[in-house]
């Protein structure tokens, strides 16, 4: 199984070109991605401008990055964020980023999906072709069809990044933890790495994290011009 690096989900969050520069994110449908992206563990630090950033000020960023030191306090803003923001001004998003505890929860009344008919109840705006994108797909179920699932919302060749959503009305009754923790063994079993990242804002995700005892590894901070 790879072991976590900020490196190694910085390649799993977006495609890179030859010269290390960001293309676009790893989504079935992709998005340009962030201008900069920094990722900071205990021991090491990644980080990457995006390929439409002109090369001085591209230059101006990674020399900075290159002098950023590993976290301590994962909550900490990257020492040189005032020059980032300086040299780039736009919006900010940071986040933790987590691995899983080798013993998880087993839980029942989970599905592999597999086929759009299974998500028709409850969840919309799927479409047929995602499904392997994002796979392996599972789904907690009541009444027959899934109420919560969780999937592959990026993927590398050697790790992938939790996806996870609840239905409206089945919200607040900790099926989000049983789901993911059954899409953690299903990326295991698939031999990749899973990993589980949020922003600092985002409550319930950070509920999830904390009732499966994920492990804190990163912080990502990400500029978005």
């Keep these: 199984m790879p072991q976590f690096t900020p490196e190694l989900q910085l390649r799993t969050l977006f495609a890179l070109n030859a010269t290390g520069r960001i293309v676009s ?62 040299l780039l001004p736009g919006r900010v998003d940071s986040g933790p980023a987590f691995t899983f505890p080798e013993v998880l929860p087993t839980p029942r009344d989970i599905v592999v999906v597999t086929n759009l008919s299974q998500l028709e109840r409850h969840f919309h705006g799927w479409t047929a072709d995602e499904l392997p994108e994002r796979a392996p797909i599972l789904g907690l179920v009541e009444d027959g069809y899934p109420v919560s699932v969780c999937f592959c919302a990026r993927r590398s060749a050697v790790a992938a990044e939790a996806g996870l959503d609840t239905a409206a009305g089945f919200r607040g009754r900790g099926l989000g933890p049983q789901v993911t923790a059954a899409w953690a063994h299903a990326v295991r079993s698939a031999g ?34």
């Design 25 to 86: 994110t790893l989504e079935q449908d992709p998005s340009a991605g962030p201008a900069f992206a920094l990722i900071r563990g205990r021991t090491s630090c990644a980080y990457a401008v995006h390929a439409d950033v002109p090369e001085e000020l591209a230059g101006q960023l990674i020399a900075l990055a290159q002098s950023e030191p590993p976290v301590y306090d994962f909550k900490d803003d990257p020492v040189h964020a005032n020059r980032y923001t300086s």
């Design 192 to 225: 990749l790495l899973p990993i589980y990242s949020t922003s600092w804002s985002n409550d319930a995700s950070l509920a999830v994290a904390r009732k499966l005892g994920l492990e804190m590894c990163a912080s990502d901070w990400s500029l978005y011009d």
